[in-house]
């Protein structure tokens, strides 16, 4: 309601005010102003207005805003004279209301050039009937050459007006895309690390059963040798961790519903996901007020690949090589196909890894980062990734140095499994 209180507001201030700005084409009383363009614009870009209610508010604001003005101009001012010499553009804001109304303008938005035909339309005939009007009460002269006219400034007036209004909608809809944009890339970017949780989870599910199976097994040992009180102890752990087991399970269950509903196995061009992992991970880096320069290669002829596997690995490595850079450096991202092999390698110039520490960086729990406070981060993000890799069929390994004194990681997958829906 605020919002429509507004509109009519701005309305009933901007359009006479704008219906100021003028000039006479001709010798006489036709005269083109930009009330008309606005008053349309108006009516096109705010649809929350009624048509007829502004028509009826433009109509009044215009002529008692000209007989405000000829008051301060004229000495001996007469009310009366005023509103007989101003009155007939009260009808014109009003037919052109009624009409754009009828007509159900706003509903051919997808077809601009009928918009612009209409408008010249319903301009021609609001003319007319304020010149009828006039003819009447000033016995304005009605010609040929004014129809003409008319005419003339009507088409001229209605697609300019269109125009105008084409780049706003433009502009409108190109922010809306990037906005959805973004979202759609922080989506991705939630369920790609959701993905690798369940590859995790699974494989901690088939653990637990295991561990379940082997802690039965020797509760029935115990059992036998008639040591009772660790039997009952080897059986407990046993139901806590089928107890486990099913809660894996159920968490496993609920997150497959997730990426079966947002469709999110749908496959994408190569390039289309390195520019989303290059485009967060740029964020990311700004987040952390790094100045990092990325630097892409694609090789060879790629078919479209499964969108959340393949964000989810790549985009792994490449936020660790925005985490391992100081404050400035240089990532490159490589990718190639060779045979039936997607190799990928991830480059940084970071300060490396060192040589004592390289046989363990696939460790589940090892790191060498720290936060401020001194806590060390989890250190599953490469043991991850890794079990993700050579769960459906790949490797992953840490290159040697090369004369530049880059880290590198290579990935090698297989393009069957990326191209397969799961």
Same mark, same amino acid.
């Given at each position: 309601?605020?919002?429509?209180?507004?509109?009519?507001?701005?309305?009933?201030?901007?359009?006479?005010?704008?219906?100021?700005?003028?000039?006479?084409? @001709?010798?006489?009383?036709?005269?083109?102003?930009?009330? @008309?363009?606005?008053?349309?614009?108006?009516?096109?870009?705010?649809?929350?207005?009624?048509?007829?209610? %502004?028509?009826?508010?433009?109509?009044?604001?215009?002529?008692?805003?000209? /007989?405000?003005?000829?008051?301060?101009?004229?000495?001996?001012?007469?009310?009366?004279?005023? #509103?007989?010499?101003? #009155?007939?553009?009260?009808?014109?804001?009003?037919?052109?209301?009624?009409?754009?109304?009828?007509?159900?303008?706003?509903?051919?938005?997808?077809?601009?050039?009928?918009?612009?035909?209409?408008?010249?339309?319903?301009?021609? /005939?609001?003319?007319?009937?304020?010149?009828?009007?006039?003819? #009447?009460?000033?016995?304005?002269?009605?010609?040929?050459?004014?129809?003409?006219?008319?005419?003339?400034?009507?088409?001229?007036?209605?697609?300019?007006?269109?125009?105008?209004?084409?780049?706003?909608?433009?502009?409108?809809?190109?922010?809306?895309? $990037?906005?959805?944009?973004?979202?759609?890339?922080?989506?991705?970017?939630?369920?790609?690390?959701?993905?690798? $949780?369940?590859?995790?989870?699974?494989?901690?599910?088939?653990?637990?059963?295991? *561990?379940?199976?082997?802690?039965?097994?020797?509760?029935?040992?115990?059992?036998?040798?008639?040591?009772?009180?660790?039997?009952?102890?080897?059986?407990?752990?046993?139901?806590?961790?089928?107890?486990?087991?099913?809660?894996?399970?159920? /968490?496993?269950?609920?997150?497959?519903? *997730?990426?079966?509903?947002?469709?999110? %196995?749908?496959?994408?061009?190569?390039?289309?996901?390195?520019?989303?992992?290059?485009?967060?991970?740029?964020?990311?880096?700004?987040?952390?007020?790094?100045?990092?320069?990325?630097?892409?290669?694609?090789?060879?002829?790629?078919?479209?690949?499964?969108?959340? /596997?393949?964000?989810?690995?790549?985009?792994?490595?490449?936020?660790?090589?925005?985490?391992?850079?100081?404050?400035?450096?240089?990532?490159?991202?490589?990718?190639?196909?060779?045979?039936?092999?997607?190799?990928?390698?991830?480059?940084?110039?970071?300060?490396?890894? %060192?040589?004592?520490?390289?046989?363990?960086?696939? $460790?589940?729990?090892?790191?060498?980062?720290?936060?401020?406070?001194?806590?060390?981060?989890?250190?599953?993000?490469?043991?991850?990734?890794?079990?993700?890799?050579?769960?459906?069929?790949?490797?992953?390994?840490?290159?040697?140095?090369?004369?530049?004194?880059?880290?590198?990681?290579?990935?090698?997958?297989?393009?069957?499994? *990326?191209?397969?829906?799961?």
């Amino acid at each position: 309601m605020r919002e429509k209180l507004v509109a009519y507001l701005m309305l009933f201030i901007v359009v006479p005010i704008a219906g100021e700005l003028k000039f006479y084409p @001709t010798e006489g009383d036709i005269r083109v102003s930009l009330g @008309t363009p606005v008053f349309f614009f108006f009516l096109l870009f705010s649809r929350k207005i009624h048509p007829i209610l %502004s028509g009826l508010l433009a109509g009044v604001a215009v002529v008692l805003f000209r /007989i405000f003005l000829y008051g301060i101009q004229i000495d001996s001012f007469q009310f009366h004279d005023a #509103f007989y010499l101003y #009155f007939p553009v009260f009808f014109y804001y009003l037919i052109f209301a009624i009409l754009f109304h009828l007509f159900k303008v706003n509903s051919w938005h997808e077809k601009p050039f009928f918009i612009g035909l209409f408008g010249a339309v319903i301009e021609i /005939i609001a003319s007319i009937a304020e010149i009828i009007c006039r003819y #009447f009460t000033a016995h304005m002269p009605i010609t040929v050459h004014t129809f003409v006219l008319i005419g003339g400034i009507a088409i001229i007036r209605s697609f300019f007006v269109l125009g105008f209004f084409n780049i706003l909608i433009l502009r409108e809809t190109r922010l809306a895309e $990037e906005q959805q944009r973004k979202r759609n890339e922080q989506i991705l970017l939630l369920i790609s690390n959701l993905y690798v $949780e369940m590859i995790q989870l699974k494989k901690s599910t088939k653990n637990a059963e295991e *561990l379940t199976s082997a802690c039965y097994g020797l509760y029935r040992d115990l059992k036998g040798l008639e040591n009772h009180h660790q039997a009952q102890a080897a059986l407990k752990i046993a139901g806590q961790m089928h107890e486990i087991k099913k809660d894996n399970q159920r /968490i496993y269950a609920g997150l497959s519903k *997730l990426m079966v509903k947002e469709n999110l %196995s749908d496959n994408m061009d190569l390039k289309e996901i390195i520019e989303v992992i290059i485009t967060s991970n740029k964020r990311y880096g700004e987040m952390l007020e790094k100045s990092i320069d990325y630097q892409v290669e694609i090789l060879g002829e790629h078919p479209y690949y499964r969108t959340v /596997i393949l964000f989810s690995l790549v985009n792994n490595l490449v936020s660790n090589a925005v985490e391992a850079i100081n404050e400035k450096g240089q990532i490159e991202l490589a990718v190639s196909r060779v045979d039936g092999m997607v190799h990928i390698m991830v480059s940084d110039n970071g300060p490396g890894i %060192s040589e004592k520490n390289k046989p363990f960086i696939f $460790e589940p729990g090892f790191t060498t980062k720290f936060d401020q406070t001194g806590i060390a981060s989890n250190g599953i993000g490469l043991s991850y990734i890794k079990n993700v890799i050579e769960n459906i069929g790949g490797e992953l390994q840490l290159l040697d140095a090369d004369e530049r004194n880059r880290t590198s990681f290579e990935i090698r997958l297989p393009v069957a499994s *990326l191209i397969e829906r799961g």
